[in-house]
């Protein structure tokens, strides 16, 4: 299991990625969350406050339906620290990567090789029998394939058109700490791909 170096960051995105999700359902409250993530209301607060000042999202206790609610946009703290800045920044670039890289989910990505392989062995067995596999024939079945396999996205071009001025050492950090808080995203061999498994 690889070693996570930054803990706070990994809650902060997981909680974020938590809170968004819960908004349409409205079912968990402060409670819920701090149980979840076995934190204190203090850390809980600033957290929240972290995610706010980062300019990701602003949310406010619904006590009677105790629930989060949005509260307005939230706004980027200038005034912070050097230091502090720096992890606002971080963090509100890896809070919008989550929602915003394009995703496919285990059963996508497991059909998807499960097809791959189905063409792959068509193709080898139509070269064994060349007389009743045609030409038009594994061409019928190419188009096929293509028409009803799933799109491997370049998650690299997503990451520079979302953070243009990012350099490739930053890019390779953000993508490692978004799989050590959890969201699944690493180069395939295979498919010389990078894949993004999101399972909200």
Known sequence: MTKNNNPKMSRQLRIYDLITEILDDAVYGPQDIMNTFRITRRMLQRDLKDLRDSGL?????NRKEDRYVIDGDAVFDD?????RKQHLLRLYR???????LSS????ELETYEHELQEFNDYLEYA???PENNTPEDIENM???YI???????DL????????????ERTRQRDFREMSRAGFNIYYSRKYKSFIYEYDS
């Open 57 to 61: 999202i602003k949310v406010k206790y």
């Open 79 to 83: 005034t912070a620290t050097p230091r």
């Open 94 to 100: 890896l809070g919008i990567l989550i929602h915003r």
């Open 104 to 107: 496919i989910d285990s059963e």
């Open 127 to 129: 070269k064994e029998d």
């Open 142 to 144: 190419r188009d096929f």
């Open 147 to 153: 028409k009803h396999h799933i799109e491997l996205y």
């Open 156 to 167: 690299k071009a997503e990451y520079y058109a979302l953070f243009p001025n990012s350099n």
